[in-house]
C-alpha cells in the first residue's frame, strides 16, 4: 500500500500544521522577563533545542527549585501570544481534504491538551474531525518514544500497517518507526531539512503543497512516495 492510499494519517502538531515559533518564544520571554528577571535565552540554552523541549523540560532544567510556578505562568500566557500563531499554507484544506476522501486523520503531539486546543482554534480545524488526539497528558512517554503514536493507534482503531505519521523532528520520525509504521518528514518546519534526511524519512516533503501531494490531496498521487 502506497502512503497516498493509506486510510489513517497521524500528524504531528508544532512545525507540522502550525508555526508556533514566534508565540512559543514570546511566552518564554514573558515568564524570564516577569519571574526570572533576565532575558531570554538565557546563556547555556541552545535555542535549537528549545523546539525539542517542552516547557516543564526547560524549566526544570533551568529553575528545577519553581519549574511549577514557571510552567504555569507559561500556560497563563500562552492565550495572549496565540495571535502570534501562523497556519501553513494549504494545511487547513489538506487536512479536510483527507476528511472529504473517507480517510481518518488524528493528531498526535508532545504538547498539552490546553494549548493544543488553542492551536486547533487558530488553525480552524474543530477537534471533533479528528479520529483522536493524543497529547502530553496520555502517555508518560513522548515521543521519540512510540508510546504516543501507538496509543494514537489505539484509539483510532487502526494497526500500523494502514497508517503513516507526519511530522517535522527527528523524533517524529524515530518514534513512528518503533511504532512500526512509515513517516512522512516535513522541512518547512522547524528543524533542518538535512537533520531529516540523516534519519532517512520513508518521504521528505519540502513544503504543505508537496505534502498535500504526497498523502492523494488535491491531485491522483501517482505510485508510491517512498525511498
Known amino acids: 500500500m502506497t502512503l497516498a492510499y493509506r486510510k489513517h494519517v497521524l500528524f504531528d502538531l508544532d512545525g507540522t500544521l502550525v508555526d508556533t515559533r514566534a508565540a512559543v518564544v514570546e511566552c518564554y520571554r514573558r515568564v524570564f522577563r516577569t519571574h526570572l528577571d533576565s532575558d531570554f535565552p538565557s546563556p547555556g540554552l541552545p535555542v535549537d533545542e528549545l523546539f525539542a523541549m517542552r516547557p516543564p523540560e526547560l524549566f526544570r532544567r ?35 481534504g483527507l476528511i472529504e476522501t473517507g480517510r481518518k486523520v488524528s493528531l498526535v503531539t508532545n504538547k498539552g491538551l490546553e494549548r493544543t486546543l488553542i492551536d486547533l482554534g487558530v488553525a480552524n480545524l474543530a477537534p471533533t474531525i479528528f479520529a483522536t488526539i493524543v497529547t502530553a497528558e496520555d502517555t508518560v512517554e513522548r515521543k521519540p518514544h512510540p508510546a504516543p503514536i501507538l496509543f494514537g493507534l489505539e484509539r483510532a482503531g487502526a494497526s500500523a500497517a494502514e497508517a503513516v505519521y507526519v511530522g517535522d523532528g527527528p523524533q517524529d520520525i524515530l518514534a513512528a518507526r518503533a511504532a512500526g509504521m512509515p ?45
Open 183 to 227: 513517516v512522512i518528514a516535513v522541512a518547512y518546519g522547524f528543524y533542518d531539512q538535512a537533520l531529516l534526511e540523516s534519519h532517512q524519512p520513508d518521504a521528505l516533503a519540502e513544503d504543505p503543497s508537496e505534502l498535500a501531494l504526497m498523502l492523494g490531496v488535491g491531485q491522483a498521487a501517482t505510485g508510491g512516495v517512498g525511498r
Open 62 to 96: 533551568i529553575a528545577p527549585g519553581c519549574f511549577e510556578e514557571l510552567h504555569a505562568a507559561y500556560r497563563g500566557f500562552y492565550p495572549d501570544c496565540a495571535a502570534l500563531i501562523k497556519v501553513f499554507p494549504g494545511i487547513r484544506e489538506m487536512v479536510l
